[in-house]
């Protein structure tokens, strides 16, 4: 199983940016399918972004245009790029690595999680 590492989390006011970086112990390509979730207090935990091994991407609508997720498979690391940043972004935020089961990604292997705090 592979060991997931999150960093680059922190404060920042409104309208800022902050990346994320989630360095894995194994390859990344192996995986079908990479995702970064978010959890809010008092919420359940959402899928903010993913990119499949092929390159593909999705976000959630709330972070569509402001949030850019990529990979760079010989550093085995995947990247969270968040501009725009809002107070309703902040969340402890946790990267995945995944499998594609039938038509549905299904994340195996979690980091411990970045927290990001963002201020009004």
């Known amino acids: 199983q592979v060991h997931l590492v999150e960093s680059g989390g922190g404060l920042v006011q409104a309208g800022g940016s902050l990346r994320l970086s989630c360095a894995a112990s194994g390859s990344i390509f192996s995986f079908d399918a990479m995702g970064w979730y978010r959890q809010a207090p008092g919420k359940q935990r959402e899928l903010v972004a993913a990119i499949t091994s092929g390159g593909s991407t999705n976000y959630a609508d709330s972070v569509k245009g402001r949030f850019t997720i990529s990979r760079d498979n010989a550093k085995n690391t995947v990247y969270l790029e968040m501009d725009n940043l809002k107070p309703e972004d902040t969340g402890v935020y946790y990267c995945?690595?995944?499998?594609?089961?039938?038509?549905?990604?299904?994340?195996?292997?979690w980091g411990q999680g970045t927290q990001v705090t963002v201020s009004s």
């Open positions: 995945a690595a995944g499998w594609l089961r039938g038509s549905r990604y299904e994340y195996d292997s």
